[in-house]
């Protein structure tokens, strides 16, 4: 029995993938009072089998191969995510003994194996982490270097961040420049549209930071999110700092005009982990105080940012623990 494991409040966050792909691994699964109940239809353990992802889900994805891996026979997934974590996730298996092909591609066959071993592995670093210090430099216009990163995680972001006229250096294999200073991005930045997707599109996880940055180019941009049906949470705060966005379902119009808007500090709560990020970012551009609430949000996926953004020279302070 698993409860529903919740998550950031943006959509419905639905489990049908997990009970439909159990069941056909030789499970009896059925989701009750918001619990998860499974057990192996034939009282061993489950069987190898066939399943059709109708979505791409990561989670799904990720779930059913590791259940496939010591399913007894061979399991193959269809439509499954792309994601460098699914990847990465079959690296790791693989590592530890499990038979995983097709990791990156659409499908993914998996042989069950009686036992699985330890392994010592290293992860690769948080492409989202990466995506918002990227987002940090172009909206206060500066110049940042970071690593380790993996360019290719975040092509996205970089061709876009390029139309904003944005210079994006790679030095080594691992290491990003990323300067938006003006001599490189004039005095008001290029405005571009997104439409987020699973991976290699758009990430909906940098879709309300690259939403923050929107609001100070200049244009009528579009923001489409395609992914999750209610993650707008951070437009509501992102108007209170002075920003012009209407939102139309599960697409925003950001206007900033000739040069971008001007956003001035006020006091705003995050409703969730990037949406909260977005709010930081925009406190940085925005002239005066930002105070923001609800910080717990953020810290579910930032570790420490508070003390990296002033390592970087900003004038950030965390004001309870
Ligand atoms: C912990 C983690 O890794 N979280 C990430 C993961 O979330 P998570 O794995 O929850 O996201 P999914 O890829 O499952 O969600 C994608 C879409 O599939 C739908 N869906 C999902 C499962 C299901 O059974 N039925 C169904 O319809 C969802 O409602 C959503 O519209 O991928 C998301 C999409 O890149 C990211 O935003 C999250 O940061
Ligand atoms: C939505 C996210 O995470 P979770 O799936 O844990 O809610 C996220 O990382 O932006």
């Known amino acids: 029995v698993v409860g529903l494991p919740g998550g950031c409040d943006i959509g419905e966050r639905p489990v049908d993938l997990y009970i439909r792909g159990f069941r056909a691994l030789g499970a009896v699964a059925e989701l009750r009072d918001r619990k998860m109940f499974a057990h192996a239809a034939n009282g061993r353990g489950l069987v190898g089998g066939t399943f059709h992802l109708d979505i791409p889900s990561v989670g799904a994805t990720e779930?059913?191969?590791?259940?496939?891996?010591?399913?007894?026979?061979?399991?193959?997934?269809?439509?499954?995510?792309?994601?460098?974590?699914?990847?990465?996730?079959?690296?790791?298996l693989n590592?530890?003994?499990a038979c995983v092909y097709g990791g990156g591609t659409d499908k993914l066959l998996i042989k069950g194996k009686c036992h699985l071993h330890g392994s010592e592995y290293v992860v690769p670093p948080d492409r989202i982490e990466a995506g918002t210090f990227m987002l940090a430099a172009a909206i206060t216009?500066?110049?940042?270097?970071?690593?380790?990163?993996?360019?290719?995680?975040?092509?996205c972001l970089i061709s876009k961040l390029k139309i904003a006229g944005c210079r994006i250096t790679q030095f080594n294999h691992d290491t990003l420049e990323v300067s938006a200073m003006p001599s490189n991005v004039g005095d008001h930045m290029q405005g571009f549209d997104i439409k987020t997707g699973p991976f290699p599109r758009?990430?909906?996880?940098?879709?309300?930071?690259?939403?923050?940055?929107?609001?100070?180019?200049?244009?009528?941009?579009?923001?489409?999110?395609s992914v999750f049906e209610k993650r707008m949470s951070h437009?509501?705060?992102?108007?209170?700092?002075?920003?012009?966005?209407r939102v139309c379902g599960s697409t925003a119009l950001v206007s900033g005009g000739e040069k971008g808007s001007a956003l001035y500090?006020?006091?705003?709560?995050?409703?969730?982990?990037?949406?909260?990020?977005?709010?930081?970012?925009?406190?940085?551009?925005?002239?005066?105080?930002?105070?923001?609430?609800?910080?717990?949000?953020?810290?579910?996926?930032?570790?420490n940012l508070d003390t990296k953004l002033q390592l970087l020279g900003a004038d950030i302070k965390r004001l309870i623990r």
């Open 202 to 225: 758009f990430p909906t996880d940098l879709q309300p930071p690259t939403m923050a940055l929107l609001t100070t180019c200049r244009g009528s941009n579009i923001v489409e999110e």
């Open 265 to 303: 500090g006020s006091r705003l709560v995050a409703a969730d982990l990037r949406g909260g990020v977005s709010l930081v970012l925009a406190g940085l551009a925005a002239e005066g105080t930002t105070e923001i609430d609800g910080i717990a949000h953020i810290d579910r996926g930032y570790e």
């Open 235 to 245: 437009v509501r705060e992102l108007q209170k700092l002075g920003a012009d966005i």
């Open 63 to 92: 779930t059913l191969m590791m259940a496939a891996c010591m399913a007894d026979g061979v399991t193959t997934l269809s439509n499954v995510a792309k994601e460098p974590e699914v990847i990465d996730l079959a690296r790791f």
């Open 95 to 97: 590592d530890c003994g």
């Open 141 to 155: 216009r500066s110049c940042i270097s970071m690593s380790p990163i993996i360019p290719s995680h975040l092509a």
